[in-house]
């Protein structure tokens, strides 16, 4: 069974900072993409970020510069370093897999951009 568990969420000022895990377990990890996906109130969920198995890295151009996402294979989790956060950036925030062409998705995480 897949899991995808994500945490770090919260409250933080515009200008601030928030780290994001993924806990993954039910794949291989080294073989699967991961990704951020995100979801403002009333728009749809868009890619943040993808993390190939062969480590190659895509941003949106909204966080370029801004967003790093990292993996440790060791802990089968997923990271999302994110800086300069803006209100524009307040949404849910949600891990998927590409896991041997099927995909999967975690709960999701608040993270709310606020003065």
């Known amino acids: 069974q897949v899991q995808l568990v994500e945490s770090g969420g919260g409250l933080v000022q515009p200008g601030g900072s928030l780290r994001l895990s993924c806990a993954a377990s039910?794949?291989?990890?080294?073989?699967?993409?991961m990704g951020w996906y995100r979801q403002a109130p009333g728009k749809q969920r868009e890619l943040v970020t993808t993390?190939?198995?062969?480590?190659?890295?895509t941003y949106a151009d909204s966080v370029k510069g801004r967003f790093a996402i990292s993996r440790d294979a060791a802990k089968n989790t997923v990271y999302l370093q994110m800086n300069s956060l803006k209100p524009e950036d307040t949404g849910v925030y949600y891990c998927?897999?590409?896991?041997?062409?099927?995909?999967?998705w975690g709960q999701g995480t608040q993270v709310t951009v606020s003065s």
């Open positions: 998927k897999a590409i896991a041997d062409i099927r995909a999967y």
């Open positions: 039910g794949i291989i990890f080294s073989r699967s993409v």
């Open positions: 993390f190939t198995n062969s480590g190659t890295t």
